[in-house]
């Protein structure tokens, strides 16, 4: 008992929030998202979300996601395969990644391409850095397994993970404390695998911006610098570091997640930006619209990446032509050079709302919302953001939402 008390007293003091300590006219730091460094470095070392200042997973790396995904199979709370049982997807993490990963489970578990017997269940808990998670005997491990049991699961049927974590009040300065984090990250993956051994996946996502933030709970330039921290971890294992084997068991496999750093209203290569209305009053956490962009990102990244739509997605494929009873989104001309029209059925007094995101999940246009009346509805997306400029060529993806119940589909705009 003791020892819970002072579990979340510590929990609470590394991670309280202060009444207001944001600075919205900080919206740019100068540095340069890994992802759009290419040939560039930060202080000497090399960006690039995998080796060789690539954003591309190495062919090896990603060809044994693939195999293990494919791999996956249901299992009962014993961990033994069942056809009856789960594939459970859980975060682990600190408040950030549970006030994100929440926003994302009623999203994913309400997408009609999910696949049914996959559960997704929030783990993540305030204040629990990953110097206190990677921390086999942590009381933060007792919060995981009874969060997975009121949800009817089990340590032992968990497969794949998504991790978002820090270290409250960093110092020492780059690289020392990015190396810090490194080694406690390896801890932590290593402990998924001892707690939870029947986890194949593991995909990381370092911190989003905070140049609002004007305390020392982790701020930049150290929430952009774990970037470095995930980068290097998965490197690692991709060189071959024996503590990080998931061919020998020592950790799962490896692999970013979706990349969220962008430097502030500066927009990345992709359009990708944080504006202020993101964080709340801390410039740390962040608001409802944070929570969203997130679980937007989240929700784009596990149903198109190659090594998670194999347990992610529900084999069942788009109908053409939407039909009354099964939720769908059909898009014609599908990739488009112009307008694409985007079909669908709300039954009457059904609520419905259409949005475009980018291939980040980032929210690029509101296109609709109101109430069904029974009969099909189309709308157009002629191309355009919400402030009506022409959006790049890429990958897009239109999500509609109906009542509780959600679809999303791919949109390819050349």
Known sequence: MLRRVFFFSLGLLLFAIPA??????????????????GAGTFQG??????????????????SAGIAIASSLVLLDTQGNPDPTGRIVLVSIGMSNCTLEFRTFVPLAMNDANRNPRLLVIDCAEGGQTARIVRDPASAYWDTVAARLHA??????????????????????GFPAATDSLLWDLGGVVRTIKAKMPQTKLCYLTSRIYAGYATTDLNPEPYAYESGFAVKWLIDAQIAGVDSLSYGSGQAPWLSWGPYLW???????FDGFTWPCAAFQSDGTHP??????????????????????????????????VPAA??????????????AVALSFLAETGQAWSLVIADASGRRVRDLGAGLGSGLPVSLDWDGLDQSARRVPAGIYWARLGLGTRSVTTRLVHD
Not at 156 to 161: C, I, L, R
């Open 20 to 37: 207001r300590a944001i600075d919205c006219s900080r919206d740019s730091t100068g540095l340069v998202p890994l992802t759009d460094l």
């Open 45 to 62: 070392f090399p960006g690039g979300l995998y080796p060789g200042s690539s954003n591309q997973r190495p062919p090896a790396h990603e």
């Open 151 to 172: 949800h009817g699961s089990s340590l032992a049927q968990v497969q794949a993970v998504w991790i978002k974590e820090a270290n409250a009040r960093p110092t020492g």
């Open 262 to 268: 962008a430097d502030g209203l500066k927009p990345r």
């Open 287 to 320: 608001s409802t619209l944070g929570q969203e962009i997130v679980a937007d990102s989240l929700l784009a990244f596990f149903s198109k990446d190659e090594t998670a739509t194999p347990w992610f997605l529900s084999n069942q494929t788009t109908s053409a």
């Open 325 to 338: 009873g099964h939720l769908s989104l059909a898009a014609a001309p599908n990739p488009s050079h112009g």
